[in-house]
């Protein structure tokens, strides 16, 4: 019976798991179509918040799945943020904001 219980909670644990990390490729996903259809580079952007990280390979995929501007739904400034900064990704959050800022303040410039 324990054997029973243990398989399950695995089995439970191994699907929680599963979820999360496919709900953290959706965030990337998410913040590298808002990096192509605001004209920035999702790798600079990534590599500024996280000089000491190795590339970002589920980044990477992501930036290959992303859709010209045209062809992509807007996603706004203040849903970029809010993704990242649930898992997590507050100094990305904090670079993406400074990024944006300072394009919008030269845009009205």
């Excluded at 399950?8 to 798991?17: G, L, P, T």
Aim: hydrophobic share 35%; with cysteine; net charge negative.
């Amino acid at each position: 019976m324990k054997e029973v219980i243990s398989m399950r909670k695995n089995e439970r644990d191994r699907m929680i798991i599963e979820q999360y990390e496919q709900d953290e490729r959706g965030m990337i996903l998410i913040y590298a179509q808002w990096c192509i259809n605001e004209g920035f580079d999702p790798l600079a952007l990534y590599r500024e918040a996280y000089p000491q990280q190795p590339k970002n390979d589920w980044l990477i995929q992501a930036i290959e799945e992303t859709v010209p501007p045209k062809a992509s739904e807007h996603i706004s400034h203040e849903t970029v943020l809010q993704i990242l900064q649930m898992y997590g990704n507050d100094d990305l959050a904090f670079v993406v904001n400074e990024a944006y800022m300072k394009q919008q303040r030269s845009k009205n410039s």
